[in-house]
């Protein structure tokens, strides 16, 4: 069955159609929405009327590679707030086949976080990239 663990995505973006390759991890993009309750009179029972969906925000990140972020970097700073991000999720099979429709989220690029610096620590280097989903997903 495809899907059944985490490591089973593929999950890849673009920032107005620069393709940015493979991403390591995805947190984010849930589909919700707010709702709207109303309780009729003569003590009737509280229905529900829905409400607007909503995708909460999409954070992707991978391992810093300079040779592959080094010479995007600071194009992507002068696309944060205005660049269109558009992040596919596509479910593996358990030999790493492509298995249905990937989600895709498409948005604006809200934030590009460069890796940390620590002179003391082995840690690895990591790239983050957060877009504002601005439709539902398809």
Known sequence: MAGTRQDQFKVT???DGKDLGVWDKLTGGAI?????????GAMGKEISLG?????????????WDLQREGGVINWLIGRVGKGTVVVKKLPLDVDGNAFGKPL???????????????????????????????????
Do not use: C, F, Q
């Open 104 to 138: 895709t989220y498409t948005g604006k690029l809200k934030t590009i976080t460069p890796p940390d610096h620590d002179s003391n620590s082995e840690a690895v280097a990591t790239v983050v990239l957060e877009m504002v989903p601005s439709a539902t997903v398809t």
């Open 13 to 15: 973006a673009s920032v």
């Open 51 to 63: 409400g607007v969906t909503t995708v909460t925000n999409v954070v992707l990140e991978r391992r």
């Open 32 to 40: 919700d929405s707010t709702e709207t309750r109303y309780r009729p």
